[in-house]
């Protein structure tokens, strides 16, 4: 069956660096695009970043230049690199999987998602 297992998360002072991971397991990585999702308390979750197949990349606004996403198709592993960490960036952070999905409507449309990890969180105090 399909797992996503996040992993790198922790509690970071502002301006620090963390490096997410998302282990894939259970269907066919390379041909799916990826991506990172957050949702801090109080909010509604939303896209991070995403990665295509052809590994086209697309960014939120508020992280852009900042994080990096990335793959590993012949590990099927997933990174999300987070610099310059801000407060805002205090969330829960959840790795994504779609067979169908562009990368910019991926992160546009969480309901295009078809598979979810279950979280890593991710605190930035000041």
């Known amino acids: 069956q399909v797992r996503l297992v996040e992993s790198g998360g922790g509690s970071v002072q502002a301006g620090g660096s963390l490096r997410l991971s998302c282990a894939a397991s259970?269907?066919?990585?390379?041909?799916?695009?990826m991506g990172w999702f957050r949702q801090a308390p109080g909010k509604e979750r939303e896209g991070v970043a995403t990665?295509?197949?052809?590994?086209?990349?697309n960014y939120a606004d508020s992280v852009k230049g900042r994080f990096t996403i990335s793959r590993d198709n012949a590990k099927n592993i997933l990174y999300l690199q987070m610099n310059s960490l801000k407060p805002e960036d205090t969330a829960m952070y959840y790795c994504?999987?779609?067979?169908?999905?562009?990368?910019?409507?991926?992160?546009?449309?969480?309901?295009?998602?078809?598979?979810w990890g279950h979280g890593t969180q991710v605190t930035v105090s000041s």
């Open positions: 994504a999987a779609d067979p169908f999905a562009m990368g910019w409507e991926m992160l546009r449309d969480e309901w295009r998602v078809n598979y």
């Open positions: 990665i295509s197949s052809d590994f086209t990349t």
């Open positions: 259970g269907f066919t990585y390379s041909a799916y695009c």
